[in-house]
Nanobody, 115 residues
Framework: QVQLVESGGGLVQPGGSLRLSCAAS????????MGWYRQAPGKQRELVAA???????NYAESVKGRFTISRGNAKNTVYLQMNSLKPEDTAVYYC?????????WGQGTQVTVSS
């Protein structure tokens, strides 16, 4: 069974930065995509960024130029560097690992951007 552990969330002022990390363990076999989603109170969960095993990235338009997703050398880790954070970025951020026919989610890490 695949387990995902996220870390790096916290409270930051507008304009600040945070770096989220996600480490996958268990039956990690041929991961196709690793990504980050977020869900704010009263809102639907949305894709923030994703990266394929081949290094192809995809970002939500709202975070382009501010967030950067990257894979770790171990290939079972993924990071989300978040710069120039805005209050509207406040949400629970979830790590997602997608295989060819299944996907797994972490428990989420809270990111709060407030002055």
């Amino acid at each position: 069974q695949v387990q995902l552990v996220e870390s790096g969330g916290g409270l930051v002022q507008p304009g600040g930065s945070l770096r989220l990390s996600c480490a996958a363990s268990g039956s990690i076999f041929r991961i196709n995509v690793m990504g980050w989603y977020r869900q704010a109170p009263g809102k639907q969960r949305e894709l923030v960024a994703a990266v394929t095993s081949g290094g192809i990235t995809n970002y939500a338009e709202s975070v382009k130029g501010r967030f950067t997703i990257s894979r770790g050398n171990a290939k079972n880790t993924v990071y989300l560097q978040m710069n120039s954070l805005k209050p509207e970025d406040t949400a629970v951020y979830y790590c997602n690992v997608a295989f060819v026919s299944s996907n797994y989610w972490g428990q989420g890490t809270q990111v709060t951007v407030s002055s």
